[in-house]
């Protein structure tokens, strides 16, 4: 493991190995108080419906805490989170275990010094008090994962190794190919139709907009994407609406296959927290990182080579030629 995965680790299981050791500590203060039989489930008036022993308390809540603390630490590591998302996941790992934390020690209280068989209420303020602890906690936990690197990730290699095209001095080069997917042409024929019958059955005043509608996303049915001197441009049937990525926003570009649904939830023109791209399908794809930190993508046959001609004409462009 290398070191900045290590501190990922570190800081994503740190909530809970804490909130653990807060509750320990604080459960030996109290265990010589608490009866044999717990209450430990409440209705929403706060009165106890449900009960179990003191170890069954402790086996069945005590290890969720460690559980939950090496799943948050798994996924900070494999589950190639970046920027924003990065820092939210974090958050929300002190979020949770402080919530979680704050609970099951209040359970605990609302028990000491109530007799065997004696019924404890839950105070309803204890809710409001476990949401606070989880604002703060998550507050705190998004300003730390600041501090420690993000984890390497093997999709993004070192800019120094990215793939050039060869051009000789004054030599100009462009690339471009089609981007069509099968359904997006039955997507239309299916607005269209749908359009059409309410227009016709129902009011123009629905219909229209759909049939609007699917002629737009009809200029989009063959996209086609092209790289030359301005940058990536993603292009549909008519001059516009279009897509440009101009080489000033750029850092670099790579090849690499992206999954539609789990990295950009679904197909089409998809803008999500990170990264944003027209998505037609899963697979290779040019990916793009922009200066500013997000990713373009757009999946495309033949990607390394698009990609690589980015890379030159970047090249060029910071060496002034």
């Avoid at 449900?50 to 969720?64: A, C, D, E, K, M």
């Avoid at 605990?108 to 065997?116: A, I, Q, T």
């Avoid at 049915?221 to 008519?238: A, I, N, Y």
Wanted: glycine letters at 12%; hydrophobic letters at 50%.
């Amino acid at each position: 493991m290398t070191r900045k995965n290590l501190g990922r680790v570190t800081l994503a299981a740190l909530p809970f190995v804490l909130v653990l050791l807060i509750d320990l500590t604080l459960y030996a203060g109290i265990k010589d108080r608490l009866p044999d039989r717990l209450a430990v489930h409440f209705d929403a008036g706060g009165s106890a419906n449900g009960y179990t022993s003191f170890s069954s308390y402790l086996l069945y809540t005590l290890p969720s805490l460690p559980v939950l603390g090496a799943l948050w630490a798994f996924i900070a590591v494999k589950g190639r989170l970046h920027g924003r998302a990065d820092r939210w996941f974090i958050g929300g790992g002190f979020a949770v275990a402080a919530f979680l934390g704050y609970l099951l020690i209040a359970v605990l209280f609302v028990n000491v010094d109530v007799p065997d068989g004696g019924s404890a209420g839950f105070p309803l303020w204890h809710i409001a008090v476990a949401l606070a602890a989880a604002a703060l906690a998550g507050a705190l936990g998004a300003l730390l994962s600041r501090l420690v690197p993000l984890p390497e990730d093997p999709r993004y290699p070192d800019p120094a190794t990215r793939e050039r095209l060869v051009l000789a001095d004054g030599e100009v080069a462009a690339w471009g190919r089609g981007i069509g997917a099968w359904w997006a042409p039955v997507a239309v024929l299916v607005l269209l139709a749908a359009g059409v019958t309410v227009g016709r059955e129902q009011s123009w005043f629905i219909g229209a907009p759909l049939i609007l509608f699917a002629l737009v996303t009809g200029t989009f049915c063959r996209p086609h994407v092209t790289v030359d001197r301005r940058g990536l441009t993603v292009s549909g049937l008519l001059p516009r609406p279009r897509v440009r990525v101009p080489l000033e926003r750029m850092e670099g570009a790579d090849s690499r296959a992206v999954n539609a649904l789990a990295e950009y939830g679904g197909w089409g023109y998809r803008i999500r927290p990170e990264r944003s791209g027209v998505i037609t399908r899963s697979g290779e794809a040019i990916v793009v990182s922009l200066t500013s930190g997000r990713e373009f993508a757009v999946t495309v046959g033949d990607s390394a080579t698009g990609a690589a001609l980015l890379n030159t004409l970047l090249d060029r462009q910071r060496a002034g030629r």
